[in-house]
């Protein structure tokens, strides 16, 4: 997995355990000590972000543990899946359109970085050239055939070489 995913994950799980342990329960120190905690907006605020903060990190927690276990080699070398990037004929939008299947934490459509589990992410993995994926939308169903695909060990080697 990129080191940058990991690192931001890894930032914010630190910055959340912080505020858990260290903001929080000042903020709901102070709030006790304002007396009548039944109508306490402070105290209820705080106690609120502390269940929200709490959810988040067990997310995320579970988010690391996840990309952990990914193995690039068990990505296939002849097929899309995470990392390929892939240009498609769009025959509902006429238009030929080029995608890269990244993490969720990194999908940006507007860069034409789509994630492995959205609806198009998910129709096009395991396909390979001359393969059509149809994907469902809000708009109706849309055929993407794969036009041209180059895997994440195809730009690893790509690399390699230039070295």
Known sequence: ??????????EEIKALEHELTTELPAEIKKAVALGDLSENAEYHM?????VFVNA???QLKKRMGELA?????NIPHDKVGFGSTVTVY????DETIEYKLVTSEESDVSKGLIS???????????????DVAVVVT???????EVLKLSTIHDVALEETAKE
Do not use: C, F, W, Y
Request: hydrophobic share 35%; net charge positive; glycine share 10%.
């Open 69 to 73: 276990m990914v193995n690039l080699a």
């Open 46 to 50: 705080a106690k609120q972000r502390q």
């Open 56 to 58: 988040r990190l067990g």
């Open 90 to 93: 769009d025959s509902t939008k």
């Open 138 to 144: 809000p708009n109706g169903k849309r055929e993407l």
């Open 1 to 10: 997995m990129p080191e940058h995913i990991k690192s931001k994950l890894a």
């Open 116 to 130: 492995t589990t959205s609806p198009i992410g998910r129709s096009l993995v395991g396909k390979v050239i001359g």
